[in-house]
């Protein structure tokens, strides 16, 4: 009993210290998003995106990597794009750069895994885009993505108008608007940042290495490199949608998947397949009915495979492929170093944002994108995760002053 109660309070420091060593990161991240949002006039995109070409998967990429890097978030702004007249295959563009090419999980990559990780996330995320829209353009039935435009233009929220940014940034009100749309961002992240950062805590400590050795086949001594690079970026999507957790929340439970040897190719697949998550393609069959939903799942999976093992080969041959090296307990610990002294610069500035969130709000109704949630399912596991952390915590001070 006395080891249990040791474990488990262990696990829940481990998941603040992932948080702790994490927090400045965030409101950076959504400071910095937020001013995108606020300061760049998506309605004049969108009229350029009605095209399979070049020009627009590169403005959707443009624009998924301008906003909020909340799935639940990125499914929506997707629907309302294909709802404004955008193509199919910019929508899914938008879905993967929303969720691979913001800042904020940039930031937090480099913070826990490295700028390898950084780089491969990055370029990775380009031909993760690259590829989808391939592959789409080649097997897509047309019939179906006409039924599902049909479903979609009868339903959804539109985008917000064009405005002159150069007023705006100028304007008390623009930067009203920044606090607005970081204190939103939030609102719609921080239920897949607390049950991520607690599942990767837990997992931490609790999941022998030799669990992971013997999935992720570690250990092989027998197989050649290449095939278990293969094995690594063809589970890996699984694992991912196994754990229920978003874009943002599944950085720390990579840096775990890092920590006990899983290979590079496989942490790279399981980054990309934060949009496979059961919640997230069954709110696309919600928008778009269940075959399209399921073949978008599809796709999706096909492009997470080749991306990772395309990153794994170009990174083999360039000889940057990062070894296991992070480890997690250094990462989680407190102290007196840049992270504590980032992290009251950003609360202070957290607070200036939310302030202007407020002095917002006297002005103007509280208006969220129109989007699926998790459902009642995901709001008893967000209170289950709370309880747990409280409890975890209240052990860990109790171990600490036997």
């Keep these: 009993m006395e080891t249990f109660i040791q474990l488990f309070g262990e696990s829940a420091k481990t998941a603040l210290g992932f948080f702790w060593k994490a927090g400045w990161a965030f409101v950076l991240g959504y400071f910095v998003s937020g001013m995108i949002q606020a300061f760049v006039p998506k309605g004049k995109l969108t009229k350029y995106m009605g095209d399979a070409d070049l020009k627009s998967i590169s403005l959707s990429t443009f624009f998924g990597a301008a906003s909020s890097s909340c799935s639940f978030a990125a499914l929506a702004a997707a629907r309302a794009l294909i709802k404004k007249g955008a193509h199919f295959i910019a929508g899914v563009a938008f879905m993967f750069a929303s969720t691979n090419l913001v800042i904020e999980l940039g930031i937090l990559i480099l913070i826990f895994l490295g700028w390898q990780y950084l780089a491969a996330e990055i370029i990775g995320g380009l031909i993760l885009i690259a590829i989808s829209s391939l592959l789409i353009k080649l097997t897509y039935p047309k019939s179906w993505m006409e039924a599902a435009r049909e479903k979609v233009e009868s339903e959804g929220s539109d985008l917000e108008e064009d405005f002159d940014w150069k007023k705006r940034i100028k304007s008390k009100e623009g930067w009203r608007l920044v606090g607005h749309k970081f204190v939103n961002d939030w609102k719609m992240a921080w239920e897949d940042i607390l049950i991520g ?166 002005n103007h109704k509280m208006k969220m994108m129109d989007m699926e949630g998790g459902g009642k399912l995901k709001n008893a596991a967000v209170s289950l995760f709370i309880l747990i952390n409280l409890l975890g915590l209240s052990l860990f001070i109790y171990t600490q002053l036997l």
Aim: hydrophobic content about 60%; aromatic content about 16%; proline content about 4%.
């Design 197 to 362: 950062f607690t599942i990767a805590g837990f997992v931490a400590v609790l999941v022998p290495e030799s669990f992971w050795s013997a999935l992720f086949l570690a250990d092989a001594q027998n197989l050649p490199g290449w095939l278990v690079a293969i094995e690594n970026a063809l589970i890996a999507p699984f694992v991912a949608a196994s754990t229920f957790i978003g874009s943002m929340g599944n950085i720390p439970l990579a840096t775990v998947l890092n920590e006990n040897g899983v290979l590079f190719a496989g942490i790279m697949g399981f980054i990309y397949s934060d949009l496979m998550v059961p919640p997230l393609v069954h709110i696309n069959a919600k928008y778009y009915g269940w075959r399209v939903a399921l073949y978008i799942a599809g796709v999706m999976y096909i492009s997470i495979v080749f991306t990772a093992l395309i990153l794994n080969g170009l990174f083999s041959l360039l000889g940057i492929v990062p070894e296991s090296a992070r480890v997690v307990s250094e990462i989680t610990q407190f102290k007196i170093d840049y992270t504590f002294w980032m992290n009251i610069v950003f609360a202070t500035i957290a607070g200036v944002l939310i302030w202007l969130n407020k002095k917002y709000l006297q």
